[in-house]
């Protein structure tokens, strides 16, 4: 299948301090932050120097802190000295923290009013807020259940702008929320929201460009994120509607390629994951895919290489050694060879959603009934390393890993480790 398409005040001095530590800082904070949805360059690989041991007792992962806090789907965000965490309060507030990462001492907080409930069929897993807010090194960029982006000053959580893409675009607010979470590029931030794809200026809050419109209804609002890659020798937006893939161009915001996702009530949650001009995604109801982009004279082409009957949901896959490790629908977890989509071995139920760091060829994963495993990423067999339980609380939200801390973030609170 082929298809082609043409072409001075305290609060400035204390602001202006912090952003200069993490400026001078350089590479070392960009390798070892996470920053945003599933880390440092949205692959869930982390920045660490040291491998991984083979265990996650005591003696090894220490628990540092925990603070309490509201329901939140968001992982949290590592940055400089501090943690950024959301969540629901009292079903009526949206609130943002920013926690010293060493102690857990809250530096600041930030607060709106974003209450809403989800269909009655996604009830049972909460309404709070879902999406992983993006930071980029000055402003946190923090998406609100009721269709709002908040850019936050991290130094202080003055609130810099907002933008109400319900109000912008007279789309409505999404059945579930705001739940794609954003991405910051060269000055400007991505989101799926308002019924399309949006390019906003990050120092402003002014909408550049918009695209791959869709109809709202009781259904709308992607579920997906987008991720940057170069595909075909062109730097571009990968994204997943909740109808298909597309390439989108960076600068116009115009279709580059695209290509039909089917799935059950468009399920379509995974981020893309992207093996140099190949690009996997799976879907609820429709099977996992492997496409190729390539581009002639007469524009882009995108070829579908495989498809199976293998059905991911809500985990997103990560990628060792060009095979892909996902966990599925029906609660295994598998190891893919990304050449012939065949699996090559199938783990055993676990829970509901896995969260994923990559460090080398270890995989640290986060379960949603609060069991942390370590698995070694083998193409063989699934090789279980060792498992903990950290939290009697379900953990949703993506677990973050940054300079030898693991953060958890549990229904009702933060739980940081350090690895000894």
């Not at 319900?166 to 409505?172: L, N, P, T, V």
Request: hydrophobic fraction near 45%; include cysteine; proline fraction near 4%.
């Amino acid at each position: 299948m082929v298809r082609t398409f043409s072409r001075l005040s305290t609060t400035g001095l204390l602001a202006f301090f912090f952003v200069m530590v993490l400026v001078h800082s350089g590479s070392l904070a960009a390798a070892a932050d996470w920053v945003q949805w599933r880390g440092p360059d949205r692959t869930c690989r982390v920045g660490e120097l040291a491998a991984w041991p083979d265990k996650l007792d005591e003696s090894v992962l220490k628990p540092l802190f925990r603070v309490p806090l509201g329901p939140s789907y968001s992982g949290p965000i590592v940055a400089g000295d501090r943690v950024f965490v959301t969540e629901t309060v009292d079903k009526k507030m949206e609130v943002v923290r920013a926690l010293n990462r060493a102690t857990g001492e809250e530096i600041w907080k930030a607060e709106w009013p974003g209450a809403m409930s989800v269909p009655f069929f996604a009830a049972a897993n909460g309404s709070w807020i879902r999406a992983t807010p993006a930071w980029d090194g000055q402003k946190l960029y923090v998406a609100g259940m009721l269709d709002v982006l908040v850019a936050l000053d991290g130094a202080t959580g003055s609130e810099a702008w907002r933008l109400d893409f319900a109000k912008e675009f007279g789309s409505g607010v999404e059945s579930f929320g705001f739940v794609c979470s954003p991405l910051v590029d060269e000055a400007h931030v991505y989101v799926q929201t308002g019924g399309g794809l949006a390019k906003v200026r990050c120092d402003t809050g002014a909408v550049v460009w918009r695209s791959l419109k869709e109809e709202g209804g009781m259904m709308g609002g992607a579920f997906s994120s987008p991720i940057i890659a170069t595909l075909a020798e062109q730097r571009q937006l990968v994204v997943q509607t909740r109808s298909k893939l597309a390439g989108v161009d960076i600068e116009t915001g115009s279709e580059l390629w695209s290509v039909e996702i089917p799935s059950f009530r468009g399920m379509n949650i995974l981020t893309p994951t992207i093996l140099g001009d190949r690009i996997f995604t799976s879907s609820y109801g429709g099977g996992s895919f492997l496409y190729e982009v390539t581009r002639s004279p007469s524009g882009f082409a995108v070829t579908e290489i495989w498809k199976k009957t293998t059905e991911a949901y809500m985990s997103s896959p990560v990628v060792v050694d060009q095979k892909i490790f996902v966990h599925l629908r029906n609660q295994r977890f598998t190891c893919i060879d990304s050449a012939s989509g065949e699996s090559l071995w199938t783990s055993k139920p676990f829970g509901k959603y896995w969260s994923i760091a990559v460090n080398g060829s270890r995989l640290l994963v986060l379960d949603e009934r609060g069991d942390l495993l370590l698995v070694e990423a083998a193409g063989d067999e699934y090789r279980q390393l060792d498992t903990r339980h950290v939290s009697d609380s379900s953990t949703w939200a993506h677990v973050a890993v940054s300079d030898g801390q693991v953060f958890v973030r549990e229904l009702d609170g933060l739980v940081v480790f350090r690895w000894q």
